[in-house]
């Protein structure tokens, strides 16, 4: 299964658990709304707080393009403030696991 079918099946589970074994340990994720950096430990806090809210729902995802270094998905997100964005995200891989995850996003409300 590839490493996006994977991400994807761990939102649809809202499984935060198998979502950070796809995270390498160094991983790096910058935040498109404010530019901010996170850790690993701080992006699994943040993950989890997406996942335990029911009105945080990834509509839909399809990759664009995937080899063994990196991941380009785009995706439909609705958030709690009944917002919903186009997000599209970029991920560097190092030996099979996110290592670098940005993304970038289109308000579509």
């Keep these: 299964m590839s490493l996006h079918d994977q991400l994807n099946q761990t939102m649809l589970d809202r499984d935060v658990t198998s ?7 160094d991983a790096v994720f910058i935040f498109h ?13 943040m993950i989890t707080g997406m996942m335990e809210n ?4 990834q509509e839909s995802s399809r990759c664009i393009y995937q080899n063994d270094e990196i991941l380009v998905q785009h995706a439909f997100m609705s958030y709690p403030d009944d917002t919903k964005e186009a997000v599209m995200i970029i991920a560097l891989l190092k030996n099979g696991k996110i290592i670098r995850m940005e993304t970038g996003a289109t308000p579509l409300n």
């Design 19 to 25: 979502y950070m074994e796809l995270v390498h340990d």
């Design 33 to 45: 709304k404010s530019g901010s950096t996170f850790s690993k430990n701080e992006w699994a806090s």
């Design 54 to 57: 029911e009105k945080f729902i």
